[in-house]
């Protein structure tokens, strides 16, 4: 069979898969040969590039071309509605509706997901354009990050569909995502989302799709918008629009009474807490579109809809004391002690105060009465203190602690950020305790049979200051120690063994550098290859690597600055750590381009930026992500970045195109 024709069919047998899976939930191959057809396509596609498509289903799992973002003036432009927390204005607008239009009407009720909005539009089955409300007039062309989408379909399924229309709805991180995301952020001491429609949005201003496709958004469709729309309904349009492949929510209900409205509210209101994905009201519409234009709008918003909202839980409690935690990386959160007061369904003993500044604002004061709530977060806040309950003993503003809790050192903070540190990372307990937790858990040195109370209990004892120490523990040093026994001090002890196989790149992870994540950590590995090799690279050399910045360059030097960190660091060596990337993996193709420093920009055809980063590593050159004086050439695409263009023209930097580049090392 033709290449041309296997494309077509597998991209066709892909949307199908896509569709049967996301929407209908239906699963009618096995992974594995999804997979399998997913990798055919692929790989025709890249010999094929003259067949590209950009709404093929490989383009799914986003590229790395990293964009600013265009803007678009919406045709429509994207209003809002009208929000109520009142049932009785929810009346007020029901007997509205029925006084103007003086004739029966239906109104459809249904969720108010609690994401970002996005407008989407199709033409001839294909999408053509995702764009952000932004001011409501026109907003961010976000196309590619939208498309890592796996629940929206790229084309749709038969053929009632409109020629071109557009169809707005909600992008959004369902709840597992985003506890997935926050714990990562955590680990690795990241600042955390407050809230999934926070993380959404954070995710879908990425520059690079690669990211957005990671983190696992979703869409729900819930306005159908165009000249020739198949139904008066709205409800039967949405009914449609799922019909083509899209996302549509099944809590939708066409309501002839106010009661049927009620009824709709009231269940929501308390079972909206088994969905999987965050709401914040319900959103009633007038079905007929006839009767939506008799209604018509106002200047921001429609006179035919009004939004419910859920009044976010929220309690009134007693401030006991505000605690100071001390974190792995030495940053100090401050941490508010409640009295216990139930809320959505959990007892509530202490609330996150974030840091200096948000505890300031607050101007607490000990025994004052706290409005806590959960609304969308996960971790409760304080949102307010209630003066007037402020009695007349109470004591001074409670302020932020100059010195560390755990060691009396005086704390630091470092310009342009939030967050106070302990400087004492050596001595300061929690530091400690915290970096070999780091060093032991899952996605670093991945430690069997230890987790944070065993290593409380080394530390008490004295069997470990830091985590070299692990390699010396013997079973009869542990098996004494409460809880522990024979067997499970000989499963730790195997468990430390083992984990001197770790790749490197984990290695570099469990060392606990500031900023230093998983992601970060593999790539130095990748380009340094070696610990030595990072260990001497100077502030250029660093930052001269692909999407390590400032921050982290800056970090890492004074990590191996630091003589406690360098003595650690030969301590692992002697034990045998890895401290090098594999040979299979440090496998060269040639040495054409060795000691040479490039700098790639644009849109590629015959690749993707991927695999030529992977070629310029073969054949022995460095990737970078900035241009200077080292800059060997700069390998360029179509729309090489402006900034970059006239950087390499001002230091006289050859620009080599990409079917150069590929004879360069053909
Ligand atoms: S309809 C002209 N339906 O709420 C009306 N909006 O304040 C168009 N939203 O920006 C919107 N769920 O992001 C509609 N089922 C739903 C919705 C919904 C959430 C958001 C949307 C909009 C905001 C309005």
């Known amino acids: 069979m033709g290449q041309e024709r296997r494309i077509s069919e597998l991209r066709k047998l892909l949307h199908k898969y896509n569709y049967m899976y996301y929407v209908k939930n239906v699963s009618v191959v096995s992974d594995f040969e999804y997979d399998r057809l997913m990798v055919e396509l692929i790989e025709l596609e890249q010999q094929r590039p003259d067949f590209y498509d950009p709404n093929s289903p490989s383009q799914r799992v986003g590229s790395d071309i990293s964009k600013g973002f265009s803007q678009y003036s919406h045709i429509y432009p994207m209003l809002s509605l009208d929000n109520t927390y009142s049932e009785e204005e929810i009346e007020l607008f029901f007997d509205r509706v029925a006084t103007l239009l003086n004739e029966p009407f239906e109104i459809c009720c249904e969720l108010k997901f609690d994401g970002l909005s996005i407008s989407l539009t199709y033409a001839d089955g294909a999408l053509v354009r995702a764009v952000t409300r932004g001011d409501g007039a026109k907003g961010d062309i976000v196309t590619e990050n939208v498309k890592t989408i796996k629940t929206l379909p790229l084309r749709l399924v038969g053929d009632s569909f409109p020629k071109e229309f557009e169809i707005r709805g909600e992008i959004l991180m369902p709840w597992s995502s985003f506890e997935i995301l926050n714990k990562e952020r955590e680990r690795e001491e990241k600042q955390l989302f407050a809230n999934p429609r926070n993380a959404a949005s954070g995710t879908l201003k990425q520059l690079n799709p690669a990211i957005v496709a990671a983190r696992k958004l979703d869409t729900y469709l819930y306005y159908l918008l165009g000249e020739d729309l198949p139904s008066d309904g709205h409800y039967e349009n949405m009914i449609m629009a799922h019909s083509w492949g899209f996302k549509v929510s099944e809590h939708m209900r066409k309501c002839s009474t106010l009661q049927e409205v009620m009824d709709f509210i009231h269940l929501w209101e308390s079972e909206r807490k088994n969905l ?241 994540g998983e992601t970060v950590a593999k790539i130095l590995a990748r380009e340094f290859k070696s610990m030595d090799n990072l260990m001497k690279a100077s502030y250029e050399d660093l930052i001269q690597v692909d999407e390590i910045g400032e921050k982290i360059a800056q970090s890492l030097i004074g990590f191996f600055a630091d003589v406690a960190n360098i003595e650690k660091i030969e301590r692992l060596r002697s034990i045998g750590l890895r401290f090098e990337i594999f040979d299979s993996e440090n496998y060269k193709l040639s040495n054409r381009l060795t000691g040479k420093s490039i700098v790639i920009s644009g849109v590629f055809e015959k690749h993707t930026r991927e695999e030529y980063k992977e070629m310029i590593q073969m054949h022995g050159a460095k990737n970078s992500s900035s241009i200077s004086a080292k800059t060997s050439f700069v390998l360029a695409g179509e729309n090489m970045g402006p900034v970059k263009l006239s950087q390499a023209k001002s230091l006289n930097i050859p620009i080599v195109r990409e079917c150069d580049f590929l004879k360069m090392i053909e």
């Open 276 to 516: 999987p994905v965050a709401t914040d009201g319900i959103v009633l519409k007038v079905n007929s579109i006839q009767q939506q234009k008799i209604l018509g709008y106002k200047a921001k918003s429609p006179r035919w809809a009004i939004a419910y909202k859920f009044q976010a839980e929220r309690v009134l409690t007693r401030l006991n004391g505000v605690t100071f935690q001390v974190g792995r990386t030495g940053s100090v959160t401050p941490v508010a002690l409640l009295e216990p007061v139930q809320l959505s369904g959990s007892v509530v003993r202490r609330a996150s105060l974030h840091n200096a500044d948000i505890m300031d604002n607050l101007e607490l004061h000990l025994g004052d009465m706290v409005f806590v709530e959960k609304g969308g977060e996960i971790i409760p806040k304080i949102t307010g203190v209630d003066n007037r309950s402020r009695s007349m003993l109470a004591g001074d503003k409670i302020s932020f602690i100059t010195r560390c809790p755990e060691c009396n050192t005086k704390l630091v903070r470092i310009e342009g950020e939030a967050a106070y540190y302990c400087p004492n990372s050596s001595e300061c307990a929690p530091q400690i305790k915290g970096r070999i937790e780091h060093f032991i858990s899952r996605k670093a040195m991945n430690i069997e049979g230890i987790g944070t109370e065993t290593v409380d209990l080394l530390f008490k004892n004295g069997l470990i200051h830091n985590f070299t120490d692990l390699y010396s523990l013997k079973v009869e040093d542990i098996s004494h120690l409460q809880g522990l026994g024979e067997k499970s001090a000989s499963i730790i002890v195997n468990g430390i063994k083992k984990s001197i196989e770790t790749p490197f790149e984990r290695v570099i992870f469990a060392l606990g550098i500031r900023y230093v």
